[in-house]
């Protein structure tokens, strides 16, 4: 299972790059609006801190064809492994087809229905970001979504790899794994919750305090 950060926040890769095994960066227009700086100079810096093989996913923000299909190929070109997203409109479709016949790296986005994941996978996508909180945020169950898509492209054998996106709780990453999914896309403040568990620290402060009363010592001294 690939674990993607969403973020264009170059402090949070760096942490999460020490901390855990991070596959990739996504964003899109309004993660990078977040950063409050030139969107060129973030990129630079995410490219910087992120190793050769970790993928990266930057969004077109043109709508039109011509336009998606001339940025599509600049993001591609900034760095190896460095993905094209483009929303799965149908100018999005139209310019997703046209990059994965030129050989270059395509994600969808914006994927809110089964049908748009296995139309984009039809032409030839490398990855699939459905958006799952939102989803779940109209009254769609997004977790029902997300598992008919991953199950279809499986059942027709497509390469195309699911990266479920727009997470808000841990309890969404755990029902996207129990349904297969191969990718996902988690900001940091949920990787946060996946990762705390406030039993845990108990336990810890426990076996810390038992320690220090037994051998007056902080650490195991050999
Ligand atoms: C990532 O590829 C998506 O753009 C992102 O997960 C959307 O997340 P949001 O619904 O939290 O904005």
Redesign the pocket.
Known sequence: MEL?L?TANVEAIKYYQQVLTIDGV???P??LTKENRDYREVIQEIISVLHEDQSL?I?VVSTDVEGIVKEGKVINQLRKNTYA?IPCTKEGFQAMKQLKQEGYLV?A??CYSANQGVLAAKCGVDYI?P????LD?IGVDGVAIIADLVAILDYYGYPTKV?A????NAQQALEMMKAGCPAM???PEVVDKMMEQSMTDDAVRAFSSDWKKAFNEEGFNW
């Open positions: 993607i969403d996504t964003t899109n309004t993660i996913h969004q997203k994600t986005t914006a970001a958006y799952l909180n939102r945020n990266v996106a727009s997470f808000k896309t988690i900001a």
